[in-house]
């Protein structure tokens, strides 16, 4: 059993990320099964979801014209345009059906707010709206992260460098996550979580 001062945090592990999903990620449904047998060691396990409104501005449908993988301006900087995934409600919003959700002692919904995308389970991608997590670990005596799930290179990456400028010691364990891997974006995200101090292992 790992120690009370350590949670797991099982990112975006959703339909929509796993193939036959609208934004899926290569492989992203052979982690459900590791992820499940990790559960049992942890006393604090939290799966974060991607939430988002059917309008939400990260989705290429709602730019006319803009192809999704394409990039534009958002008023807090260059953000991807996505395919419509992860919409409130919907099975691609479900977390995939082998995930042993019961377990989850807290599920935290992201990416809600129509002009705001939300990539870390933390803060919003204007880095400065707050999703909660931050005061639900602390409340509950966490200071180390382990992190698994989906995309290595979007979610994973911003919520473990996010947790590593708040003081928190992460490990992302990279066997168990996938990547989306856009013009290097894997690679990138590699560098800026080394550089952050969160251990890949
Ligand atoms: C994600 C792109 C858009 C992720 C979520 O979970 O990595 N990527 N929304
Ligand atoms: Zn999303």
């Known amino acids: 059993m790992r120690p009370a001062n350590e949670a797991l945090i099982v990112i975006d592990v959703q339909n929509d990320f796993c193939p036959g999903g609208a934004l899926a ?3 992203g449904d052979d982690i459900v099964a590791p992820i499940n047998a990790l559960l049992d060691d942890y006393q604090v396990r939290v799966f974060t979801q991607d939430w988002h409104p059917a309008d939400h501005l990260s989705f290429a449908s709602e730019h006319p014209g803009a192809e999704p993988y394409s990039m534009t301006e958002m ?13 409130i409600g919907s099975q691609g919003a479900a977390f995939h059906p082998g995930l042993r959700t019961d377990a989850a002692d807290l599920i935290i919904r992201k990416g809600f707010r129509r002009g705001i995308d939300s990539y870390s389970a933390f803060f ?13 670990l602390r409340t509950r005596g966490v200071d180390r992260l382990v992190m698994v799930g989906l995309a290595t290179d979007f ?19 990279e066997s168990l996550t996938r990547a989306i891997d856009l013009d290097g974006s894997l690679d990138a995200a590699r560098r800026g979580m080394a550089a952050a101090g969160v251990t890949l292992d």
Request: a negative charge; hydrophobic letters at 35%; glycine letters at 10%.
């Open 25 to 27: 990620v290569a492989g």
């Open 75 to 87: 008023p807090y900087g260059p953000q991807v345009l996505w395919p419509d995934h992860c919409v």
């Open 124 to 136: 919003e991608n204007d880095h400065e709206t707050p999703t909660g997590l931050e005061g639900y």
């Open 155 to 173: 979610c994973v990456n911003y919520s473990a460098v996010d947790a590593a400028n708040l003081g928190y010691r992460v490990n992302v364990i």
